[in-house]
């Protein structure tokens, strides 16, 4: 589970799972303290990274000779659309492009985002 904590540091917010820990914030010019990443930011890096490693361990298993992929993703807010471009760096074949650019939307968390969630919100006040 992926805790975030928020003080009164406006707005940055320490955001813990595990062993590991990153900071989510807004820019100065928004009020922020530039800590981190904004959270539209911290949704697009987790799709860019889930597209990256999922492409990884397909080329990996394939055995194919893929160097390097870049995942680049970018959140419209106004048109509410998720822009993704990637790019294949090896000596890959059309067939092996094609089959890279489908597996890319195979990734968890390509899924999750393409279709309808349900949320559940449980409240706990804790009076100090």
């Known amino acids: 589970m992926i805790k975030a904590s928020i003080q009164t540091d406006h707005f940055a917010t320490l955001i813990t799972g595990g ?10 010019e928004k009020g922020g303290t530039d800590k981190g990443f904004t959270p ?7 799709l860019a990274s889930c597209i990256a490693i999922t492409l990884r361990m397909y080329a990996d298993r394939k055995q194919w ?35 890279l650019t489908e597996i ?3 990734c968890p968390v390509s899924k999750l985002l393409s279709q309808k969630n349900n949320m559940e919100t449980n409240i706990l006040w804790i009076e100090k």
């Open 19 to 28: 062993t590991h820990q990153i900071f989510a914030d807004q820019p100065q």
């Open 40 to 46: 539209k930011e911290l949704l697009a890096a987790s």
């Open 65 to 99: 000779p893929l160097k390097e992929v870049v995942v680049m993703v970018d959140i419209e807010k106004e048109t509410n659309t998720i822009k993704k471009e990637i790019e294949f760096i090896g000596e890959l074949s059309p067939d092996q492009i094609e089959r």
């Open 104 to 106: 890319a939307d195979k």
